[in-house]
């Protein structure tokens, strides 16, 4: 089967960086997403990666190691407005189906 | 800006009804999907419908539920004979881009069914 794990929770303050990992398991993908939702309400895409390294929109910047079934989303110059919960997701199938990890709650403290 | 709609918000139902819930996805895009959020859980993915058909299904998508694409707009999810464990945030998706392709989901706000 596929898993993906992540942190359940991360704490930080404005202005500074938060680094949340997700390691997977899976036999076969496309690429690596990255999804944000704020209490329950529909989950916003952030990223992809299809490719190993670095990919980087704004604040928000993500990397895929696939050598090491590893991911990450880096959120730099925290707001509060970023307290949220985020999900890797593989991507893959006849349609581009996500798989979502285990999501990491972030609370952005003042 | 574009956005996929679901009606209702809310639903509650009592245990052994059949409910549908309702989705118009974007306008342009032909890949649709149904995913499922238990409260403080994941979001699981349910199945896709491509070519109006089922594409891909998981193994949460038995035989009490089934999708459709009634005509150029809608897409429903049915559930029939509904548990209490059915009670979760139903989120309908659709996207443009072919597999393999750079692939965001827009999702839309999601349907809250509470089974009674």
């Known amino acids: 089967g596929q898993s993906l794990e992540q942190p359940s929770e991360v704490t930080a303050v404005e202005g500074a960086i938060v680094q949340i990992n997700c390691t997977y398991q899976?036999?076969?993908?496309?690429?690596l997403s990255w999804y944000q939702q704020h209490d329950g309400g529909a989950p916003t895409f952030l990223s992809y990666?299809?490719?190993?390294g670095l990919e980087e929109t704004g604040r928000f910047s993500s990397f895929l190691s696939r050598s090491d079934s590893y991911g990450y989303l880096l959120l730099q110059e925290l707001q509060m407005k970023d307290s949220a919960s985020y999900f890797c997701?593989?991507?893959?199938?006849?349609?581009?189906?996500?798989?979502f990890g285990t999501g990491t709650l972030l609370a952005v403290q003042p | 800006e574009p956005e996929v709609t679901q009606t209702p918000s809310h639903q509650v139902t009592q245990m052994g009804q059949e409910v549908i819930l309702r989705c118009v996805p974007i306008?342009?895009?032909?890949?649709f999907y149904w995913y499922r959020q238990i409260l403080g859980q994941k979001v699981e993915f349910l199945v896709s419908?491509?070519?109006?058909?089922?594409?891909?299904k998981s193994e949460i998508f038995d035989d009490q539920f089934s999708v459709e694409r009634p005509d150029g707009s809608n897409f429903t999810l049915k559930i029939r004979s509904t548990k209490l464990e059915d009670s979760a945030m139903y989120f309908c998706?659709?996207?443009?881009?072919?597999?393999?392709?750079?692939?965001?989901?827009?999702f839309g706000q999601g349907t809250r069914l509470t089974v009674v």
């Open positions: 990666n299809a490719l190993d």
């Open positions: 306008s342009n895009h032909l890949y």
């Open positions: 899976t036999s076969g993908f496309y690429g």
């Open positions: 997701a593989v991507v893959g199938g006849a349609t581009n189906k996500l798989i």
């Open positions: 419908f491509y070519n109006n058909e089922i594409s891909e």
């Open positions: 998706a659709s996207s443009q881009h072919p597999p393999g392709e750079h692939t965001e989901a827009f």
